[in-house]
């Protein structure tokens, strides 16, 4: 089993940067595929960003490419989500999520492709 607690949410002006963290226990992630997806009220889970743990290649989506970047610590077992440039659509609650990937599958943007989840934080953008 693998255990992802995020942290690093908050409040933040329209134009500003958050930097968020998930860490990762229970077992390395050496095969692990990690992402990270957000739901704000009343609309469905969203991808954000995804990074394989071996290899480094990421995938986003149109809405923050240029504006955020996933990256990974192998030492500390944590990935993180870069932030930059922040709108008020950005608000959500942020789930840091990952399971065991084959080196040749392709990057998902799909829920369903993620079998653990944190618990979410909380994003706010003032305007």
């Known amino acids: 089993q693998v255990q992802l607690v995020e942290s690093g949410g908050g409040l933040v002006q329209a134009g500003g940067s958050l930097r968020l963290s998930c860490a990762a226990s229970?077992?390395?992630?050496?095969?692990?595929?990690m992402a990270w997806f957000r739901q704000a009220p009343g609309k469905d889970r969203e991808f954000v960003a995804a990074?394989?743990?071996?290899?480094?290649?990421?995938l986003y989506p149109n809405s923050v490419k240029g504006r955020f970047t996933i990256s990974r610590d192998n030492a500390k077992n944590t990935v993180y989500l870069q932030m930059n440039s922040l709108k008020p659509e950005d608000t959500a609650v942020y789930y840091c999520a990952g399971s065991y990937w084959t080196v040749t599958k392709a990057l998902s943007s799909a829920p369903d492709e993620y079998d653990y989840w944190g618990q979410g934080t909380q994003v706010t953008v003032s305007s």
């Open positions: 229970g077992r390395t992630l050496n095969s692990y595929a």
């Open positions: 990074i394989k743990w071996s290899g480094g290649s990421s």
